[in-house]
């Protein structure tokens, strides 16, 4: 799929870098609304849609976890700090997996 392929590695490039800034309502609202977007094309719905139910809709987990995820993920590899995995437990509970050791 295009999405997961291009768009998401695209707006989640650096992700560990600018992580603080998706902390600020302000800038993870424009990723919302890009994403909102692209949801509304994908599940075909109705432009009046919420962001959280164009996600439902299409099938695909909101900007703001997938993002909590990849820079959990990066922490844990490079050993950078001690992390709470609960943003990468919820990105894997969204695609259907099951967390190891759980």
Do not use: D
């Not at 998401?8 to 560990?16: D, E, H, N, R, S």
């Not at 993002?67 to 609960?86: D, F, M, P, T």
Request: a positive charge.
């Amino acid at each position: 799929m295009v999405y997961e392929g291009a768009l998401v590695p695209l707006m989640t490039y650096g992700a560990p870098v600018w992580e603080e800034a998706v902390t600020k309502q302000r800038y993870l609202r424009k990723m919302q609304s890009v994403h909102r977007l692209i949801h509304i094309k994908m599940a075909k719905v109705y432009r009046t849609i919420s962001f959280e139910a164009s996600c439902l809709m299409a099938g695909v987990p909101p900007i703001g976890i997938v993002i909590a995820g990849q820079v959990q993920l990066y922490k844990r590899k490079h050993g950078i700090e001690s992390v709470n995995s609960s943003a990468i437990c919820h990105c894997l509970l969204w695609n259907g997996l099951t967390p190891l050791g759980e």
